[in-house]
């Protein structure tokens, strides 16, 4: 079994993809979370993982600098790169270090998973590690995958916890309760920010106005939307769009 670290300083993106992909399946059972390069450098020494996961941009010491750190203790530790960055110039870079892979976001979680399985393919085979302090992948409950998925499936309609509790046959207090303590952030939080990822998404990628977006996302009040949109991504949207021509996510 394996150890694989994600660094990310949006700590909902590290989140994700330790909710979103399924660990045991490729022989995972631990995973470490980092939020810039001096903590993950900080957690390789201490916890030794077999596999990072790093974006590049990061406060401090970003990936380039923490992949170039860390090999020069460990030279044979794997890295694959998520960025929302087509940048030449780091991919080249990157290549320079050795990475296994420079995935561009927006990235498929079974694209991910597949990469991390074939990385680790090429790695000895690992028993189960008794390290203390460490967080074992996790196994979503069955309920709380399904209200995911449906959430996912719903997400331009209006959805709400008493919706939720009514077609899972939970009460709205034992449902919030469950769903907080399987992916660590509450409905209506989870539901906010899945809708501000698919807005900056079609803000990038379409052409569409944003008053119509914000109804393709589930958002009927467009001075409410604005508003939110602007608390999450600390610009407008328009701004936003304008800012993020060469980006990807």
Same mark, same amino acid.
């Given at each position: ?13 590290? +989140? ?23 903590? /993950? ?12 996961? $790093? ?38 870079? /990157? ?5 296994? +892979? ?29 390290? $203390?302090?460490?967080?074992? /992948? ?17 997400? $331009? ?37 899945? +809708? ?44 936003? +769009? ?8």
């Amino acid at each position: 079994m394996y150890k694989v670290l994600l660094v990310d300083d949006e700590k909902y993106i590290s +989140r994700g993809l330790e909710m979103g992909v399924d660990w045991k399946s490729i022989n995972v059972n631990t995973i470490y979370t980092a939020q810039n390069g001096v903590q /993950a450098l900080s957690l390789i020494h201490k916890k030794k993982p077999d596999v990072v996961v $790093t974006d590049i941009r990061m406060p401090g010491m970003n990936g380039l600098e923490l992949i170039q750190a860390a090999k020069t203790v460990y030279p044979d530790l794997p890295f694959i790169i998520l960025s929302g960055y087509p940048d030449f110039a780091y991919a080249q870079k /990157a290549l320079q270090y050795g990475v296994f +892979r420079y995935l561009l976001k927006p990235f498929d979680l079974i694209e991910l998973t597949e990469c991390i399985r074939l990385l680790l393919n090429t790695l000895p085979h690992k028993e189960p590690n008794s390290d $203390t302090g460490e967080h074992t /992948a996790p196994s979503l409950n069955p309920t709380i995958q399904g209200i995911l998925t449906f959430i996912e499936d719903n997400l $331009t309609k209006e959805i709400t916890i008493e919706m939720l509790s009514n077609s899972f046959g939970l009460t709205p207090n034992y449902l919030s309760s469950l769903f907080k303590k399987e992916t660590g952030r509450g409905i209506v939080e989870h539901i906010t920010r899945l +809708r501000i990822e698919k807005a900056c998404d079609m803000l990038i990628h379409t052409d569409h106005k944003v008053q119509y977006i914000c109804t393709a996302v589930g958002i009927s009040d467009y001075f409410y939307f604005s508003k939110l949109f602007k608390k999450y991504m600390q610009v407008t949207p328009t701004q936003f +769009r304008t800012n993020s021509k060469d980006i990807r996510y």
